[in-house]
């Protein structure tokens, strides 16, 4: 059985960091491509980033190219996704997922069939 488990949310100031982790157990990462995404309180889920099994990454909201980080480590079966300068609009929940079908990255939640239950992250002073 597949399980995603996301932590490393939290509280934080603006301008504050945030290292969120993805640990995947019953299935390795290799070969996989992994997809951050979050969902604000009222709003829809949006994709962060993709990151496939070469380690190619995808940033999709213009908002954190330049603050958020992701890698991926084979040795520890974990996705990350580094925030830095956190913001106001960055508070949100915040998933893991692990793509269907190919490797090629997708910011549509459809392709995704693995999901974590979520950390919450709060950027508030």
């Known amino acids: 059985q597949v399980q995603l488990v996301e932590s490393g949310g939290g509280l934080v100031q603006p301008g504050g960091s945030l290292r969120l982790s993805c640990a995947v157990s019953?299935?390795?990462?290799?070969?996989?491509?992994i997809g951050w995404f979050r969902q604000a309180p009222g709003k829809e889920r949006e994709a962060v980033s993709c990151?496939?099994?070469?380690?190619?990454?995808?940033y999709y909201l213009d908002s954190v190219k330049g603050r958020f980080t992701a890698s991926r480590t084979a040795a520890e079966n974990t996705v990350y996704l580094q925030m830095n300068n956190l913001k106001p609009d960055d508070t949100a929940v915040y998933y893991c997922?692990?793509?269907?079908?190919?490797?090629?990255?997708?910011?549509?939640?459809?392709?995704?069939?693995?999901w974590g239950q979520g950390t919450q992250v709060t950027v508030s002073s």
């Open positions: 990151i496939n099994s070469s380690g190619g990454i995808i």
């Open positions: 019953g299935s390795t990462l290799a070969g996989k491509t």
């Open positions: 997922a692990i793509k269907r079908g190919t490797t090629v990255c997708s910011g549509s939640s459809k392709w995704y069939n693995y």
